[in-house]
């Protein structure tokens, strides 16, 4: 079983940024398929939600049920409006410096109340699968 994986990126990033190179070498040499999409990303103003939703898109054949999603920052607020959209569970998610509380991001309107629904809400079965799993680099 090949496991896709997708690393989402922050604000403002890349994909040859920080770890994500690194990241991507080592889950490849454990014979996973891995995605490092580029998103708009202009300095100052976030791009609108529907503009990274557009380049995912292209991807969207590789979402399965045995994805796992990466999100760092702005991308961990990605991860969790992705998994609202999914009809169906995937392998794992790990959000990294997700930036989750009262206060709402510039064009992610309900960004805490969609993370607490999510993990409280009617995708509570599929967030309990997420968090049973877990890579080994």
């Known amino acids: ?16 940024e920080n770890w994500f190179p ?17 998103f708009p990303s202009p300095p100052i103003v976030p791009a609108k939600i529907s503009e990274w939703f557009a380049v995912l898109k292209n991807y969207e054949q590789y979402i399965d049920e045995n994805t796992i999603l990466i999100g760092i920052v702005w991308g961990s607020v990605f991860t969790l409006r992705v998994l609202e959209q999914l009809k169906h569970p995937v392998r794992a998610v790990f959000l990294v410096g997700a930036p989750i509380g009262v206060n709402q991001l510039p064009t992610m309107t309900e960004t805490a109340v969609s993370a607490v629904l999510i993990l409280t809400g009617k995708n509570k079965k599929i967030i309990l699968k997420v968090l049973r799993c877990f890579i080994l680099i």
């Open 1 to 16: 079983m090949v496991n896709n994986v997708f690393i989402f990126h922050g604000t403002e990033g890349y994909p040859e």
């Open 22 to 38: 690194w990241l991507k070498e080592k889950l490849e040499e454990k014979g996973c398929k891995v995605f490092v999409p580029q």
